[in-house]
């Protein structure tokens, strides 16, 4: 959500009343649920949060994503599956050529569908600059994850700490879009209407930065775990 003025509440009024024959208010009205008008301007509301829910959930996907991309001791696919490897005159994520498995704790097995890109996938793994070697046999190319220094961890630890505040800046920035558009509604809704829509949002918010807090946290868990 963004700043819209005018032509913004015109286009949720006309968006809620092409949703008015779908979707019934979710929260109850005082002017009584017959009465278009109430239903509509309800919907508006509705929708400003339901955009601003589903944008915060995609910033939580995106963080909880960030975080699978950090470094443990522990071998995880998750750190190579989305690298760009050069593969039949096209770049194509690692996952869509090739399956992977974790044979011991600390090792990872990248098997290509096609034996021919083996090279082009370690080629592609030695330049995401990763800190590991990888090693192939002709068929399969195998990573080794040493053991993290007890200041390796913590260095990881606050980079994971840096990747939960941008999360939660991006949904900052999702709340005050949201409140811009709410508040663009002004004389269109009621002051009530518009209190608790507030209220809903501070909530949200609260909601998703609880996620992204507990996504931190286990990830810090597995990079303090000896």
């Not at 208010?25 to 929708?47: F, H, N, T, Y």
């Not at 050529?97 to 370690?122: C, G, K, M, Y």
């Amino acid at each position: 959500p963004g700043s819209r003025g005018a032509h913004g509440s015109r286009d949720l009024a006309a968006r809620a009343a092409c949703r008015t024959g779908r979707h019934r208010a979710r929260r109850p009205v005082d002017e009584g649920p017959d009465e278009p008008g109430a239903v509509v301007s309800d919907e508006m509301i509705q929708m400003v949060l339901d955009d601003a829910s589903s944008s915060m959930s995609d910033a939580v996907t995106h963080a909880r994503r960030e975080f699978s991309t950090v470094r443990t001791g522990r071998a995880s696919s998750a750190i190579v599956e989305k690298i760009a490897v050069v593969a039949y005159g096209v770049e194509m994520r690692m996952q869509e050529l090739a399956s992977f498995s974790i044979p011991e704790p600390r090792q990872l097995l990248v098997t290509p569908h096609d034996p021919a890109n083996v090279s082009a996938i370690e080629k592609a793994i030695v330049q995401a600059d990763l800190g590991l070697t990888p090693g192939n046999d002709g068929r399969s190319v195998r990573l080794s994850f040493p053991e993290l220094t007890e200041e390796r961890r913590r260095d990881l630890v606050r980079m994971v700490n840096g990747m939960a505040e941008e999360g939660k800046n991006r949904m900052r920035g999702l709340r005050r879009g949201a409140r811009k558009d709410l508040d663009d509604l002004e004389g269109s809704v009621s002051e009530d209407d518009l209190k608790w829509a507030g209220k809903r949002l501070d909530d949200m918010i609260h909601d998703y930065e609880a996620e992204i807090d507990a996504a931190r946290q286990a990830k810090e868990d597995e990079l303090l775990e000896v």
